[in-house]
DNA sequence: TACTTTAGAGTTATCGGTAACACAAATTGA
DNA sequence: TCAATTTGTGTTACCGATAACTCTAAAGTA
């Protein structure tokens, strides 16, 4: 590997030259610069970051971690960091949790030992605590996308999770359904904790009834296994004409396993749930849903985040910026007569 | 930031001592080595990671470069990696290049800097080959995934794109499609050439008519503008009935154009596409399309990539894995009479 | 008993850069 | 003309870790 000193031996100049030529620092004379230039292109030079950042104690490093690669409202707020982060000429890599601890936590220890300058963290859920407060000791700034964490003061960029909820209820009444169940996320995700409120309170709102077995606590991410779905429906209470999904994840693996049941939606079942399918929603508009603005949670955050980096605490107390989510109706759902 | 060196004093023993607690190496009594452990964890130390990799030239991370993070496709294959990468004890870092090359360049550059083991390179195309040569120059293994580039050698994954244009358009032919025309990537993407070739070779065997109208050249990354896309389906000739895109993206948005202008599909025109659009596709069995085996293509890339990584010289001559692909009819192609 | 081996440490040099300071030659100013 | 600047470049120390070597005391051996 080409380094610093080999470049300066071949150009008969100081390291030192060679470093101010590299980071243009320093007075440098024009012959010098271009002899030095010359001699690192021949060589193809390429700096080694780890020297550097050691010595320079930054890494111009950012980091994204989500929960689910595979999902679109994931991948959408992915390309929105990433263009906040290109914007402000700052390298962004990904990783991703599977909303898993313990990958999750491997990859805050790679970013603590890579020494990033920042983090974009959506965390896999309460238990991240522990995660964040390492970033926290180790001054690493990170902002939270998507999902608070008890005991965590940070900047954040959140859905109104609790008002979608509302809305899909309400949606859900208004076309007629009186028995509505709900498959969530595991409830140490705060968004499955508001999504639940939501709905027991809309219930209560609307008067329609609650009961407990027409509610599953499981979790956000794909599963291979769907038994644990196909018990819940079974166990679910027979005036249920509806079931809203915590995210769209959830609602797909619903409406897999009614089908190999033969259970079709709506006819059979209408379904509604939070965030879209990307692209693929607009050619074949089937899924009802809760839309957030999934490039905006990037980018937002994305910009908490370098403002964080470049001001530290005079960029002021944490800020909370809450995206508002939209109702879009599409075919999932069953407009039920008065036999319903 | 803790060091080495902290710990050394707050427990009485040299930095060596601390380093050979650290990596498990070297003679230490379990006395000063439990002293030692309970002194990090008391101050919370993490190794700083450029050191390390600065004296040991090795930083035991991997990097896998995708071209368009929204696509299902790309996002299954980055899952497959990831496992495979786990698998071995690897750490997986992911960089989207968005079908551009002055995103790859950077993502290279961070690569090349950062000094990563190796790479999984999903390539924007032939115009890749520089930064392939850039990271050949720099002894960094890499894998392609597919995609190939015209003057490289090196292990690589790829789909048999020709064999999958062939069999679209069989499909179409069978169902009665005489007139077939082709939204294809960028000619300077393998597949899109491969794709090319297929479907001309099909057209001619199954002898249908060619028409140079009929074929789009643009790009397979998502766009906000769609009127090139417009435009090409004014042009095309008036007995084209069904078309090919050349992957599940531009499958979507030809539909999203037709339909904003009152044209259903397949009642107005039919469509199929490579690739699959992920789970979503189950639930409501929608495009036609050829699927490729997207996690395989990420978890024996990475499988070669980590041979590579261990035996170097060893792993043998290049390996060229080419995955089957499989053709899987759903409702985006209409059946035509003798009428069509 | 005296010599060798081994266990359990410490010392020093180094990885590839950069900051801070030093210094000679060229230029400026009174 | 000579001191004061300025310009261009080199020297040294250090960032935080590890490899290779050294050293001492205890244990083993003939």
Redesign the pocket.
């Known amino acids: ?8 031996k071949k150009a ?9 030529v ?2 243009n ?9 271009a002899k030095v230039k010359r001699v690192m292109d021949e060589l193809g ?4 970051q ?3 950042s ?4 930054q890494t111009h490093l950012l980091f994204l971690l989500i929960t689910d690669i595979t999902n679109p409202f994931y991948t959408t707020l992915a390309r929105g960091a990433e263009d906040a982060a290109q914007k402000h000429g700052f390298r962004l890599l990904f990783g991703n949790s599977d909303e898993k601890l313990a990958k999750e936590r491997d990859y805050i220890d790679t970013i603590l030992k890579t020494r990033a300058d920042g983090v974009l963290v959506a965390p896999a859920g309460d238990a991240s605590l522990p995660h964040l407060e390492a970033l926290r000791k180790h001054g690493v700034p990170f902002v939270l996308l998507d999902r608070e964490v008890p005991g965590v003061d940070s900047d954040i960029v959140l859905g109104d999770s609790k008002e979608g909820a509302h809305r899909l209820v309400k949606h859900l009444a208004d076309m007629g359904h009186r028995h509505i169940a709900l498959i969530n996320g595991s409830l140490t995700a705060s968004t499955a904790r508001y999504r639940l409120e939501g709905y027991r309170e809309a219930l209560k709102l609307y008067d329609l009834e609650y009961a407990e077995e027409n509610v599953l606590e499981t979790s956000f991410e794909p599963r291979n296994d769907l038994t644990e779905i196909e018990h819940w429906l079974d166990r679910l209470r027979p005036e249920v004409t509806a079931i809203i999904a915590g995210n769209n994840v959830l609602a797909v693996e619903v409406i897999r396993t009614l089908s190999a049941r033969g259970r079709r939606v709506p006819d059979d079942m209408s379904i509604a749930c939070f965030d879209e399918w990307a692209a693929y929603a607009e050619i074949d508009p089937f899924l009802t849903v809760i839309s957030q603005q999934a490039y905006q949670f990037g980018y937002l955050g994305m910009q908490l985040l370098i403002d964080r980096i470049r001001d530290g605490e005079a960029a002021g107390p944490w800020k909370k910026i809450v995206l508002p989510s939209q109702l879009i109706v599409r075919r999932s759902v069953r407009r039920l007569g008065a036999e319903g």
């Open positions: 590997m080409v380094t610093i000193y080999d470049i300066a008969n100049v100081s390291a030192m030259t060679v470093s101010r590299i980071n620092t320093g007075r440098i004379s024009e012959k010098t610069r030079y390429v700096p080694n780890m020297a550097r050691l010595v320079l104690q």
